[in-house]
């Protein structure tokens, strides 16, 4: 049972363009998602999260938005650049637990 | 400053045979958690160790894995009897407060 889908193994953008990587979870006890990006041979490293009471946070290039009624996240970069190519995996976790629940990831390349 | 930090990095194991994968989490980070990626997939839960409490072990997939962590800080996974299906990159990471810090791995290759 996969709780957290990430539908696009791969994307590709332009360099200055917006990036927009999706996430979908099916889990309504899920109260806090992060986004963490991994470059080859390195593990992941946290890049930016949102509480299930907001709907937007902002740092810097990227913006997370949540929408709790489809049960959606998304994750936007703008403008993209060569250095944001990377596997992206949304994470989520449940009020109370401390493990995070990762989607499969999302193969990013930014194109020059 | 020092991250977390895994070794061996690469590992490739005949079938059959126990492996011990190290983990050295940030200093003072009381959460620690081990994940693998296989092939293709999102990073799948094993287990967590959060100070003295016992651990939540839900994710470990068989009898044949194990981990403990001594004094609070180095931690091991153990695999014994490996299968082919055990080849995956075993990630760790530590936490502070709400983020989790990860390892670079370890490539564990089962032949």
Request: proline content about 5%; charged content about 20%.
């Given at each position: 049972d996969q709780q957290v889908k990430q539908n696009s193994p791969s994307l590709s953008v332009q360099e200055g363009r917006i990036s927009i990587l999706n996430c979908d979870y099916t889990n309504s006890m899920f109260d806090y998602f992060l986004w963490y990006k991994k470059y080859p041979a390195e593990g992941p490293t946290f890049l930016i999260s949102i509480s299930s009471i907001k709907d937007k946070n902002e740092d810097g290039r990227f913006t997370v938005f949540l929408n709790k009624s489809a049960k959606h996240?998304?994750?936007?970069?703008?403008?993209?650049?060569?250095?944001?190519?990377?596997?992206?995996?949304?994470?989520?976790?449940?009020?109370?637990?401390?493990?995070?629940?990762?989607?499969?990831?999302?193969?990013?390349?930014?194109?020059? | 400053?020092?991250?977390?930090?895994?070794?061996?990095?690469?590992?490739?194991?005949?079938?059959?045979?126990?492996?011990?994968?190290?983990?050295?989490?940030?200093?003072?980070?009381?959460?620690?958690?081990?994940?693998?990626?296989?092939?293709?997939?999102?990073?799948?839960?094993?287990?967590?160790?959060?100070?003295?409490?016992?651990p939540d072990k839900s994710g470990l997939p068989s009898d044949r894995f194990s981990a403990e962590r001594t004094g609070g800080s180095v931690s091991t996974l153990t695999i014994q009897r490996t299968q082919q299906e055990d080849s995956a990159v075993y990630l760790c990471a530590s936490r502070s407060n709400y983020e989790q810090y990860f390892g670079p791995g370890t490539r564990l290759t089962v032949t």
């Amino acid at each position: 049972d996969q709780q957290v889908k990430q539908n696009s193994p791969s994307l590709s953008v332009q360099e200055g363009r917006i990036s927009i990587l999706n996430c979908d979870y099916t889990n309504s006890m899920f109260d806090y998602f992060l986004w963490y990006k991994k470059y080859p041979a390195e593990g992941p490293t946290f890049l930016i999260s949102i509480s299930s009471i907001k709907d937007k946070n902002e740092d810097g290039r990227f913006t997370v938005f949540l929408n709790k009624s489809a049960k959606h996240l998304s994750l936007h970069i703008v403008p993209s650049q060569p250095g944001d190519s990377a596997v992206y995996f949304c994470a989520a976790r449940r009020q109370g637990a401390q493990k995070l629940v990762f989607g499969q990831g999302t193969r990013l390349t930014i194109n020059p | 400053g020092a991250g977390v930090s895994q070794s061996p990095s690469n590992k490739v194991t005949e079938k059959g045979k126990d492996v011990e994968l190290r983990c050295d989490p940030i200093s003072g980070h009381t959460a620690l958690y081990w994940y693998r990626q296989s092939l293709g997939q999102g990073l799948e839960f094993l287990i967590y160790f959060q100070g003295n409490s016992a651990p939540d072990k839900s994710g470990l997939p068989s009898d044949r894995f194990s981990a403990e962590r001594t004094g609070g800080s180095v931690s091991t996974l153990t695999i014994q009897r490996t299968q082919q299906e055990d080849s995956a990159v075993y990630l760790c990471a530590s936490r502070s407060n709400y983020e989790q810090y990860f390892g670079p791995g370890t490539r564990l290759t089962v032949t």
